[in-house]
């Protein structure tokens, strides 16, 4: 088994659970409409606003797409039969990195909509640039997200302990998102924030370097 | 240290010898602070604050890799006693960045006329706080076999925030922390005897907090 067949496999159970894709969606655009009430009806610095409330949205959207992710696999004993059906743990841990950085980004085009209508910004041309810096902090997110969420499966109340150790560990992501965010829809170019395309870059590679090393230690503890 | 046998004889001398030692150390340096060294000619007597706020960071940053480097060697090695040596050193690391939180606004508020400000190292450092609470949440909520190798992935995984904390300073721009200090000698050598202090306190606190580790490790076994 490799990583794609991994994220196949995790991709057509997201995709059997239409009813949760469908309230995660619902739950990230009540979050946008709730902040964009609360921030306007005029808006002071609406491109600010808006970055801060579409990050927002995902994370806490992608915390439950995480948690929930690995509760399908723990029902169905899924986990145990990829392992028998001889997947290293380094493919299985690309592999729902991969699946949780599809689901996210399905959620991420499904939200950005909203919060351009909801605001009133944003434009095409600066469409495709939002795009990489949207992928380059959802990948990140789906790394330190998939390792935190396999370290947090044992545990009561895992939602809560997931946004408490990942939402700090995603910061250098998130900040860098949201200034990036922020730059392209007020001034329509990244170049003054420019750095924080390097940090976020970073935070990806060390999450991804980070979890490869410790995934197999995590799954032995998880048996 | 062999788990079966209490704690031993020597143990218990050196644990008792390095308490003397702290607390005359300690004694020695708040006397330093008092009498010693000279009264700051713009803050007055508030900056004294330092002799304890700067020892603190420092003995925090020592505990946090401690627990970094015996996690790594609890994974390399799964004896018992690294992960006890992981965990002690991480409890009063949170005690002393506790006393770092504390100090710091104290001090703030007289120097910068603010309790708190959103600034690199006080945002970093705070985020350090709540990510080494959420290492003692999981531990404390994990009682299966799975305990010891959770905790340490998390002191690896989380130790990536330490040297953000040390070169927040650096990074970013408009930090009111200073990069090096002037100060006068006998300020310097009150300093450094705080230092020396507070470490060695951390290294008698460490001796205790492990002989109760070590009791807890025999009775379990005995069990």
């Given amino acids: 088994m490799t990583l794609i067949d991994v994220a196949i496999k995790d991709i057509r159970l997201h995709a059997r659970d239409a009813r949760f894709l469908a309230t995660l969606l619902l739950f990230s655009a009540s979050l946008v409409l709730i902040l964009s009430v ?24 992608g915390v439950l797409g995480l948690t929930r992710s690995l509760d399908l696999e723990g029902e169905s004993g ?53 795009v990489g810096v949207a992928a380059l902090a959802l990948l990140g997110y789906a790394a330190w997200g998939t390792l935190f969420a396999a370290l947090a499966r044992g545990l009561k109340a895992r939602e809560l302990l997931l946004s408490v150790l990942l939402f700090p560990s995603l910061v250098p992501l998130w900040i860098g998102a949201v200034k990036c965010t922020n730059a392209l829809w007020a001034g329509g170019s990244i170049e003054p924030v420019r750095d924080w395309i390097k940090v976020m870059a970073v935070a990806d590679v060390l999450g991804l370097a980070l979890a490869a090393f410790l995934y197999e230690l995590i799954q032995e503890a998880s048996e | 240290m062999e788990p079966s046998a209490a704690p031993v004889r020597w143990w218990n001398g050196a644990g008792r010898m390095l308490w003397l030692l702290a607390l005359a150390l300690v004694a020695g340096s708040w006397w330093a602070a008092a009498t010693y060294a000279p009264v700051e000619a713009q803050m007055g007597p508030v900056q004294k604050i330092v002799y304890v706020h700067v020892p603190s960071a420092i003995v925090t940053l020592i505990a946090f890799g401690l627990t970094f480097a015996a996690s790594i060697a609890y ?39 603010t309790w708190w400000t959103w600034e690199p190292r006080l945002t970093t450092f705070l985020i350090l706080w709540i990510l080494y609470a959420g290492y003692h949440v999981v531990r404390a909520s994990l009682h299966s ?71 807890r490790e025999a009775a379990a076994e005995r069990a």
């Fill in chain 1, 38 to 61: 609360a921030f306007g009806p005029i808006f002071q610095e609406p491109a600010r606003e808006a970055a801060a409330t579409l990050w927002a949205a995902l994370f806490f959207a």
């Fill in chain 2, 145 to 215: 076999a799975s305990r010891r190798t959770v905790s340490s992935v998390l002191g690896i995984v989380l130790f990536v925030n330490l040297p953000i904390v040390w070169k927040s300073v650096e990074w970013w721009r408009g930090s009111l922390h200073p990069r090096n200090v002037t100060m006068t000698g006998e300020m310097r050598e009150t300093l450094l005897l705080s230092m020396a202090a507070w470490i060695v306190f951390y290294a008698a606190a460490m001796v205790s907090r492990l002989r109760l580790e070590w009791i």
């Fill in chain 2, 75 to 113: 994974l390399t090695t799964k004896q018992w006693r690294w992960d006890a040596v992981a965990a002690a050193s991480c409890e009063l690391g949170m005690v002393f960045a506790t006393v770092v939180l504390v100090s710091g606004p104290l001090w703030a508020r007289s120097a910068w006329n």
């Fill in chain 1, 78 to 130: 899924g986990g145990d039969a990829v392992r028998l059906a001889g997947a290293d743990p380094y493919s299985i841990f690309l592999g729902k990195t991969l699946a949780n950085f599809l689901l996210l980004a399905a959620v991420f085009t499904l939200t950005l909509p909203i919060a351009s209508v909801f605001f009133d910004v944003g434009d095409l041309p600066t469409l495709p640039t939002l």
